[in-house]
C-alpha cells in the first residue's frame, strides 16, 4: 500500500541498478541510464560526468595522501575510500568529544601509519575508526582511553570487516 511517506531502503541498495529496474519500474530503455562510477540513475537526456570528491590537495607518487596534523586526520571521515599514510606522530589530547572516523560510512581506503604513534585519542563513541572495511596497518595508537561499555567498540577500529595488520594499542 502506497503511504506517501516513501521507502526506506539501505543505502547499498540504493546504488545498484536492480532497485530502480526490478522494484521501482524506472524505464532504463529510453529515459534512464545506469552511471556506474556515480552508483546511480541519471537521465538518458541529461547524463554528467561523475567526478568523485577527492581530499584537499594532491597524493604523493605512491597514490596516498599525506597525514601530518589532526586536521588532516579528521578528513579521513569526508574521503574513507582513498589511501592515506601518517608521516608524523600526532598527539590527539587535546581533541575533545572525538568521534570515530568515518561516521556511519565504512572506511575502505588504505590507512597506512608508516610506523608513527597517534597519542592521547578520548572517545566515550568509540575508538579510531568506527567501521573498518579496508585496511589499516603499521600504526601504534597509545595512551588511548576509550569508553567500552557500549558494545562493539575497540581502540583502532569499533567494528573490523577488513584488514588490519602491525598495528598496536596501549
Do not use: C
Not at 606522530?89 to 597517534?118: A, V, Y
Amino acid at each position: 500500500e502506497d503511504n506517501w511517506k516513501g521507502r526506506v531502503v539501505p543505502a547499498a541498495e540504493t546504488q545498484a541498478p536492480e532497485l530502480y529496474i526490478e522494484e521501482l519500474g524506472w524505464d532504463f530503455s529510453s529515459v534512464w541510464q545506469w552511471d556506474d562510477a556515480a552508483q546511480r540513475p541519471v537521465l538518458q537526456g541529461n547524463p554528467e560526468e561523475y567526478v568523485a570528491p577527492k581530499p584537499p590537495g594532491d597524493p604523493n607518487a605512491e597514490g596516498f595522501y599525506e597525514i601530518d596534523s589532526v586536521e588532516d586526520l579528521q578528513q579521513v571521515t569526508q574521503y574513507p575510500d582513498e589511501q592515506y599514510v601518517l608521516t608524523s606522530d600526532l598527539d590527539l589530547s587535546q581533541i575533545e568529544g572525538w568521534e570515530p572516523l568515518g561516521g556511519l560510512r565504512p572506511f575502505t581506503g588504505e590507512f597506512n601509519g608508516n610506523g608513527h604513534t597517534l597519542t592521547g585519542l578520548t572517545s566515550e563513541h568509540g575508538g579510531l575508526f568506527n567501521i573498518n572495511n579496508g585496511a589499516i596497518y603499521d600504526l601504534a595508537v597509545t595512551d588511548a582511553e576509550v569508553d567500552l561499555a557500549g558494545g562493539r567498540v575497540g581502540i583502532i577500529a569499533n567494528v573490523n570487516n577488513g584488514e588490519m595488520h602491525t598495528v598496536y594499542t596501549t
